[in-house]
């Protein structure tokens, strides 16, 4: 009985909107990104996004180191296109200073430990 070494597909989707999806969850190859980036293990990523296998996040992080160039230009499109949205989302419905009233409110409950 010998070692039989099989090439797998690596376990990354695009569903039908153009987004890369890790395994059969809906947990997203940039997310799992980000977090190894972070300095994430693959086992700290699975206890984030529980619906993802090990396996999987191993392999996801496996397929950014063969591709990096490739999955980092397709995170910075990703990140473009949300900023696009969240310009629009800003257009059609202005917050009038909301954002930045709560952001400083937090900052000032975090000084003062509240």
């Known amino acids: ?9 690596a376990p990354i989707r695009i569903d039908d909107h153009g987004v890369a999806r890790v395994g059969d969850t809906r947990v997203t190859l940039d997310v799992v990104i980000y977090a190894f980036r972070e300095g994430a293990s693959a086992e700290a990523i699975v ?24 999955v980092d230009e397709y995170i910075r499109g990703r990140e473009g296109k949300a900023r696009a949205l969240r310009a629009e989302i800003e257009r059609h419905y202005p917050s009038h200073g909301l ?16």
């Open 47 to 70: 206890d984030r996004y529980d619906s993802l296998s090990l396996a999987d996040a191993y392999s996801a992080i496996a397929f950014y180191l063969q591709n990096t160039a490739e």
């Open 1 to 9: 009985m010998g070692l039989e070494v099989v090439a797998r597909v």
């Open 99 to 114: 954002r930045e009233k709560i952001l400083v409110r937090r900052a000032a409950g975090e000084r003062t430990g509240a």
